[in-house]
Every structure is written in C-alpha cells, then in structure tokens.
C-alpha cells in the first residue's frame, strides 16, 4: 500500500462519466490514447506523472485511491465533483466591463484575472463580458483509469 509521504507514479485515463459527453476522455498519460480520442496537444508531456501523497498535489479522489493500491495495481474509480474539480460555484462567474479588454473579447477565449486565475469568455452583450473562473470540468463526474507504476519511500536525512 501506498503511504503519505511516499513518492508515487501513476498513468491514467480521465473520462467524463455522465450526461451527454458520457466516455468522452479529458485527458492522458498516453499519447496514443489521446491521439485517438482527439484530445492529443503537442505541448503536453504524454508520460507518467508523479506526485508525493499527501501534499495535495492531485485530484483528492486519485489520492485516495492510490492509498490503496500497490505498485503494478490497477482500478477504476468514479469521483463526485467534491472529489475531481469541485462543484459549479455561480459566484466564480463575473459581469465584466467590456471597457477592461484590450481587444475585442470572443466567446470561449481564454483571459487571466489580475490574480492569476484562468478563465474564459462564455457570452459577449453590449457593454459587459461574462467571465467563467471555474474549472471547465467543475460539477461533473468522471472517472479515471489509474495504474500505479512505481513508489519511491520518502527522504528521511
């Protein structure tokens, strides 16, 4: 079993688990598979990632699970929104002045807050902008094929 501190290397395959994009895949450690889904980005590094569980630095849920699971162990879980991005949150959706964009805002464009925050145009009127600053997967449920590929034990010096 894996434990918090340890060192921890993983593959996986996220899926969106209901509604109309059901099985649509988000995003890979696998080149091929997001070549053939449709999602591949030749700026992203299709490889294993690795973390250290415990310091959050993962979806919750993938955390948890690989608590549970050993080197070379395999699953797939479904996460609640509490456990993947969060629920939908009506108050990360701003009114903003089309007056505070340099060039002609477009609708699904991708904008920077003044704080380092991402996010994007979803409707253009007149004279305001709605800006959506929740995670573009927040309130869905997915689920993620998951393989543990190595743990290395914390650095105890």
Not at 19 to 47: C, L, M, N, Q, W
Request: no cysteine; glycine share 8%; net charge negative.
């Amino acid at each position: 079993m894996v434990t918090d501190g340890q060192i921890v290397t993983i593959q996986f395959i996220g899926r969106i688990a209901e509604g109309p994009h059901e099985g649509e895949v988000f995003d890979t450690t696998d080149a091929k598979i997001a070549k053939e889904e449709g999602v591949y980005d030749e700026r992203y590094s299709y490889e294993p990632i690795s973390f250290r569980v415990g310091d959050g630095e993962v979806l919750p849920g993938i955390e948890d699970a690989v608590r549970e699971m050993g080197i070379q162990d395999q699953q797939t879980i479904t996460l609640t929104p509490d456990a993947a991005f969060g629920e939908r949150r009506s108050e990360k959706v701003y009114e903003v002045p089309k007056t505070e964009f340099e060039a002609e805002p477009e609708p699904d464009a991708l904008v920077n807050s003044e704080l380092g925050e991402i996010g994007w145009i979803t409707e253009v009127e007149d004279d305001t902008v709605a800006v959506d600053f929740n995670h573009e997967l927040a309130g869905t449920t997915i689920e993620v094929e998951l393989w543990v590929v190595n743990t290395i034990e914390p650095d105890t010096t």
